[in-house]
Nanobody, 115 residues
Framework: QVQLVESGGGLVQPGGSLRLVCAPP????????MRWHRQAPGKEREWVAL???????YYADSVKGRFTISRENAKNTVDLQMNSLRPEDTAVYYC?????????WGQGTQVTVSS
């Protein structure tokens, strides 16, 4: 069964940093665009960032300049470095890819930004 494993969430103060890590299956990592999404309590899930199979990144306006998505080839992971975190970044963060029209999701990792 295809699986995505996310890690790296936690509690951080405003202005702090966290690094999320997504480990997809190797064949998926090498061929597919990978995405990070998030869902805050009571809100719709929203797209955060995407990295194409050739490494080109794209960001939602709300995180541009603060978050960085990257492919870590040595580890076979897709990382999301989050800096200058704000309380409104609090959410469950999910890793995702699409394969033949079907979306696959990880279990999510909680990020809480609070003093």
């Amino acid at each position: 069964q295809v699986q995505l494993v996310e890690s790296g969430g936690g509690l951080v103060q405003p202005g702090g940093s966290l690094r999320l890590v997504c480990a997809p299956p190797r064949r998926i990592f090498s061929m597919n665009a990978m995405r990070w999404h998030r869902q805050a309590p009571g809100k719709e899930r929203e797209w955060v960032a995407l990295i194409s199979s050739d490494g080109t990144p794209y960001y939602a306006d709300s995180v541009k300049g603060r978050f960085t998505i990257s492919r870590e080839n040595a580890k076979n992971t897709v990382d999301l470095q989050m800096n200058s975190l704000r309380p409104e970044d609090t959410a469950v963060y999910y890793c995702n890819y699409n394969l033949n029209g079907e979306d696959f999701w990880g279990q999510g990792t909680q990020v809480t930004v609070s003093s």
